[in-house]
Every structure is written in C-alpha cells, then in structure tokens.
C-alpha cells in the first residue's frame, strides 16, 4: 500500500513536471500529502574562488523551494511538504527511501555534466533505494493507468512482489501485462508461465484481466521496446532480483531518460533488497 510519497527536486523543469504527476498519482490514491526534497551538495572550488558560508547557501536554497512549490499548483486536497538535506543526492535519497513507500522522480536534472560523467542521479537511486522508484520521462502528465506491462528476467521472482503489484493495481484495475525476454541465453519459457500461474492462482482468483506473452530479443531493452512499440502499454514496471540485470540495461540505453518510450513512466522495483 502506498502511503507516503517522496519526489526529490533539483528545481529544475523535469523534478517541476516529477512534482505535478505526483501530485495526481497522490489524488487518484486517496493521499493528502507528498513531500518534496532538495538536497544540497556543498561545492568545492580552488582557494581564490569564495564560497558563501553554509547556512547562507542553505537559506538560498530554502527560499528556491518555497519558489518551486508555490509555482507548481497541485490538486485539490493535496499538499507538498517541503526539506532540505545535506550531502550527495543519490546516497541521501537510497537513505531517505527507506522512510516511503514510493520516490517519484524526474529523469533528467540540471546536472547535465555531473550526469554524463557519473551515471544520473535517477539511474543510480533507482538501482539501490530501499522502495519503488517511479521514473518520469520530461513533460509527461498523469494519466489513468489502463494498461500495465511487467518486465522481468525472472517472471517468478516473488510471490509478495507480485501480489504487491496486484494491490497497487486495485485502484486502476488495469490489464497487465507480464512480459518475458527471450534472448537466448537461457530457455524454458514454459516453465516461467507455470511458475507465474503457480503465484497468481495461489490465492483467490485475480480479478483483473492479464496475459502473459514472450518476446524474442537480443537484449532486453530491444524486447521491451518493442513490445511497448506494438501494445498500448500507460506503466512499465520492472523488477528483478539480480543487481548486474539493473546495471547492465541502463548501461545499454542509448538515451538519458532511460525510458522505454518518451511518454512512459518506469516503476522500478529493485529486488536486491527486498525479503
């Protein structure tokens, strides 16, 4: 269930676009409240350059938020709580995450140069944070989810997972769909069918309407955009339980937003740490 919803911002127009779809995630779930944070990395400089003192900066950086809430009107009965936190974006947040049910964050940022040179900020929280990751792709707006599309390595990776998925999808009742890639390093596709059937037939029957499909690929980014190409998907969810899976795919992906599609949102699950 999801309760408590956290967007980080850097202020730019991407975290803006993050920030507004939640708040309409946050109105479709029934929340009154999503928090916002910025964390503020103190800068190094060489000795002639002076650097303001801390407390200034962070009060600079007060003033930025309250800027960035109150030029972003959320709906009505929904409200952002804003904080500043100290230190590197990506650690803060994967420890912050531990505290929320859901980060929803834009894909791109203002450090455009930080972001070729050490991954971004997205790839690297989405990977360790202790909760779902709900990637924005820029200028997307919240739509009602009709059609989901889970992706894994592992479509039997977890009874809970799963079931997780189906107690989000209560509210939308969206058709999912369970997507195997098949790129020929292993097979069995049958078995990864029963093994999925086995988990959504354990309990009472799932009263939302899935399929389950296979898709032959070179790689799984290749598969899954082309599914997504051919069906007319709203939420990719992705999971899985192998780390090197996560760094290998957005390694691969040939843009920034590491999105699929320009206009759909990612949900990471990241199984790694999850019992």
Not at 160 to 179: K, P, Q
């Amino acid at each position: 269930m999801i309760r408590r919803i956290l967007v980080p911002t850097d202020f730019s127009a991407v975290s803006g676009d993050a920030l507004l779809y939640a708040g309409e995630l946050a109105r479709a779930l029934g929340l009154s409240r999503i928090d916002v944070v910025h964390i503020y990395t103190p800068q190094t400089a060489p000795e002639v350059v002076i650097i303001p003192p801390v407390e200034e900066m962070l009060r600079d950086r007060e003033r930025a938020l309250d800027h960035f809430l109150s030029e972003h009107k959320l709906p009505e009965g929904v409200v952002a709580e804003g904080d500043i936190q100290v230190g590197f974006a990506a650690d803060e947040l994967v420890k912050i995450s531990i505290d929320y049910d859901l980060l929803v964050m834009g894909t791109l940022g203002e450090n455009d140069m930080l972001d070729r040179v050490f991954g971004s900020i997205s790839s690297s929280v989405a990977q360790r944070a202790h909760c779902p990751v709900l990637l924005i792709p820029a200028g997307v707006k919240f739509r009602d989810y009709l059609n989901i599309m889970y992706a894994s390595d592992d479509l039997s990776l977890s009874r809970s997972l799963v079931l997780e998925l189906m107690e989000f999808n209560d509210l939308f009742n969206a058709r999912v769909h369970f997507v195997h890639v098949n790129t020929g390093e292993r097979n069995g596709f049958k078995g990864e069918r029963e093994k999925l059937f086995s988990t959504l037939f354990s309990g009472p029957e799932p009263d939302f309407a899935f399929e389950i499909s296979e898709v032959q690929a070179a790689n799984v980014e290749e598969g899954l955009r082309a599914y997504v190409g051919q069906t007319p998907i709203d939420l990719v969810v992705m999971a899985t339980r192998h780390r090197g899976f996560w760094e290998s795919f957005f390694h691969r992906s040939q843009t920034r937003q590491m999105a699929l599609h320009p206009e759909l949102p990612l949900l990471v699950f990241h199984w790694g740490d999850r019992q």
